[in-house]
Each structure stands twice: as structure tokens, then as C-alpha cells.
């Protein structure tokens, strides 16, 4: 979800997505993925209603057994759902004779897309409502940006009372947890908001937590990434000449300057940061692991995101097979180490080295016998 193209983007790794029922077609030793979306009577109306709305702004027209054989309803309730959506509602609808079937007229191009009244959230949309209310709540609202915040906290309100829901209710039954969050200083992030936003340099002190080291930059931030409840900052680093991805909870000081922000093309961005995996990327080729999950654990790896050009099937004995492109393996491999034995690297032989060593070194962490020679573990 990219909440503005030119300053914060918010990263989702690992989350589930909502799929259709899912049915096993054996063909040639192969398990495949079948839609069973359902779209009959068992539906809620207004529901049915959304879903001819995107029928009729999909194609020029649409027929009458189109239309039924998509809802999975009788001629009927399809006439009774038209009647209603062109009476009461106000959706303008048509019968072209011509083209022998319904459509939308628009008496100009000047004409607006229709709008259902109301407001139905998909599950997509839910998990927006509820990341955009996490990411609202994290701001100071005496700081830099409250003021900007507050509308967008009232309208999130206007969201929810759109659909019968208020804000203090929906608060109190839907409960964000968030692990692995780490601090950023009190003035560090209205600072660099502010920078980011305005398109100006920023000379930071920075911990570089792998080399112990405290080190002095100047930078032209581009963005403000959130990914996995924490805060980064993509910025153009003048002392290494090179984009950088830095931590904010690792800025221990930041001063600004009068001096605009270096400007890196959105494309350049994109190439740098995107093509890797995860918060780890850079200009490094691209590699792709080829991971086998067990069937057990499939059953929820194969409804996850880890990359938006993750290609992933499932084997004849319910495995399930993820390829997924990186550039640097750090994150990668504490990803499928926390899947501990239900996940295999099948390719490429240097990362499956890698986390065998990592599995090998943490085995002796943990001995069977202590140096007295007694027994840590049952037999």
C-alpha cells in the first residue's frame, strides 16, 4: 500500500490474502488452483449490487443470461436488482437494443463514474482502514505533521460512519498487535517528515548496528518506508555517492539544512530498492531461491506475500514450491529459518549452504548433554 508516491510507502511482507476456496484438479501428477467464487443467492443484495456495477463498467454491455449465469441468480431477482438499482438508487442503466444487452449511459464524457451509495469494505480495503488508522495513531499529535493528521483521522471517522460503524467501536473490535517495533526518537521523525516532504538535505548521526560503528552523513531523503512495523528512510547518501536504506530508531541526531534534496527519478528508486527482497536490496544481480514448504506448513505459506513477483504451485503431494527474486540473502534466510524444518532451499546451492550452516550452528547452541554430563534433554 503506497500511502504517497513522492514521500511514504508502507511495505507489506507475509501478510495473508483473502483466496477463492481452493480444489484439487490432478492432471499429468499436477495440483492446481480453482476458483469456487460464488456469486448466488447466498450473497448479501447490496453486495450483488457492486458486483453488476463492475459488470456493466467492464464491457461496453452485458446480457441478460450474462448477468445471470455470473450472479448465479434467476431472470427474477436480476430484473428485480435492475429495477431497483435504476429506480431507487439511480444507476443509469439501459437497455441497448443494438448491442442486446444492458450498459451504462453517459450522455457525455464529462459524466462521473457512478457511485453506490454506502460503502461495503472488501477485506483488502478493511486491512487499509485498519493499517491507515496504526500509522495515524504513531503520529505526535502536537508535532509537525498534526495538523495535517487530524483531517485525515477525522475522515477515516467519516469512513467508518459510512457504514454504520463508529470509530470508538471499531477500535474496540478490531486489535492491531504490533511486534518487533522499535523506538524512534521524539524529534527524529517529525524532522525528517518535514525534509522529506519539503525536499531538503539532512546531516544525520548514524549507528550501523553490523559494524558498531557511529557514523556522520549527509542525505537527500526520497522516502519514508514503513515495512514490518518499523520506519526507514531511502535516501541519497552524498558521502557514499549511492542510495542507502537507513533505520530511523539508528539516527541518534539530525540537523537540517537550507539546501535542496538531490533528486533521484522514481524509476532509479524503484530499480534500487524494489528488486531485492524485503528492506535488503541494492545494485547486486538478482537471484531467485526456490523454496519446498511441507504440505502442513503450505497451508499457510501458499496464502502469503513475499514478494510482489513471488511465483508459487503446488506439487502432487500437497508441497508447496515459492520462488521468490533477492539480491541480498540477510532477511531472506531469517525468514525461512523461522519455518525451521517444514521448509527446504532447493536452489541456489550457495543460500542453501548458508542455511544449513545456520541450522548446524544453531543445533550446538543447544546440547543434549551439559558439561557436567547431565542430561539438558529427555532421551
Known sequence: MELNQTGVECLQMGRRVALPSITWAKK?????????????????????????QQLLEARRSISSQDLQDE????????????QYLRDRLGMPIVWDADLKGYRLERRSKSD???????????????AGVVSLTELVGRFDP?????????????RLGDILAGIGVTS?????????????????????????????????????????????????????????????????????????EGLRSFALDCILEIERTESLAQE???EALSDFFSKGYGIFSGDHPVQWAVLRFSPVRARWVARERWHSQQQGEF???GEFVLKVPYTMDEELIGDIMRHGAEVEVMSPPELRLKV???????GRRYPVASALGRPLLEP
Open 356 to 362: 544449513r550452516e545456520a541450522h548446524l550452528t544453531a
Open 168 to 240: 470508538g467501536e471499531f477500535e474496540k473490535r478490531v486489535r492491531v498487535l504490533s511486534l518487533g517495533t522499535r523506538e524512534v526518537g521524539h524529534a527524529c521523525f517529525p524532522e525528517l517528515a518535514h525534509a522529506t516532504l519539503t525536499r531538503r538535505r539532512v546531516v544525520i548521526d548514524y549507528y550501523t548496528r553490523g559494524t558498531n560503528e557511529q557514523l556522520r552523513r549527509e542525505v537527500s531523503p526520497q522516502k519514508l518506508v514503513f515495512y514490518r512495523q518499523n520506519w526507514y528512510l531511502d535516501a541519497w547518501c552524498h558521502v557514499r
Open 71 to 82: 450472479l448465479e441468480i434467476s431472470r427474477a431477482t436480476l430484473n428485480r436488482d435492475i
Open 264 to 266: 533521484v527519478a522514481e
Open 112 to 126: 462521473q463514474r457512478f457511485h453506490l451509495p454506502g460503502m461495503w469494505l472488501t477485506e483488502a480495503e478493511l
Open 28 to 52: 499429468s501428477a499436477e495440483c492446481r488452483f480453482q476458483s469456487e467464487v460464488n456469486w448466488g443467492d447466498d450473497l448479501e443484495r447490496t453486495e450483488r449490487f457492486y458486483r453488476i
Open 315 to 317: 506439487t502432487a503431494l
Open 142 to 154: 502536537s508535532g509537525v505533521l498534526g495538523k495535517h493528521v487530524r483531517p485525515l483521522r477525522d
